[in-house]
């Protein structure tokens, strides 16, 4: 087993370092977008959506009820003109009352789905944030001690073999 290691670059570890630390504060805020990205979709499902086809589907019930009272009345009184007319009338508004009831359906099976397929990318995501909030710092911290430690080495190489003695400092 080599107990030498054989550095050719201080610079290339301190650069690496300081990529490290730009991706760290790049991905950061990335993966924050993220979750509140899903989070924004599934409030927009599960509120407004929700609210807005349940007050459509209330407002088309109602027109579906004036339409059928109107048919009602039409054929009471006996006009076989007005009734063809108050039918069709009828057929629409049951027709967008079922356009409404299947959007419900819809938005009820998109947000099952969205729990079911988003839950676990959510799960990865979050563990890359936590590793970005703590690991990350450590291993620039150490990459750090690593590229001071190097120098301190290097200096002591270069002292001694000109004669000048220097002490190196472990991190």
Do not use: C
Not at 45 to 54: A, G, S, T
Request: charged residues 30%; glycine residues 2%.
């Amino acid at each position: 087993m080599a107990t030498q290691a054989k550095i050719t670059s201080v610079e290339a570890i301190a650069l690496f370092r300081a990529a490290l630390i730009v991706f760290t504060s790049q991905a950061r805020p990335a993966l924050e977008e993220v979750s509140s990205d899903v989070m924004r979709a599934r409030l927009w499902l599960e509120n407004d959506q929700w609210r807005h086809w349940e007050n459509e589907l209330r407002q088309r019930n109602k027109k579906l009820e004036q339409a059928q009272s109107e048919l009602m009345t039409a054929r009471m009184s006996d006009f076989q003109e007005t009734t063809s007319l108050q039918q069709m009338t009828v057929r629409r508004a049951r027709q967008t009352v079922e356009e409404a009831e299947g959007k419900l359906k819809s938005l009820k099976r998109w947000d099952r789905e969205l729990d079911n397929r988003a839950a676990p990318m959510l799960k990865e995501v979050e563990q890359l944030h936590s590793i970005l909030t703590s690991e990350m710092p450590k291993a620039i911290a150490y990459l750090g001690q690593v590229v001071r430690a190097l120098d301190a080495y290097a200096d002591a190489g270069a002292g001694a073999s000109s004669g000048v003695q220097t002490e190196v400092k472990k991190p």
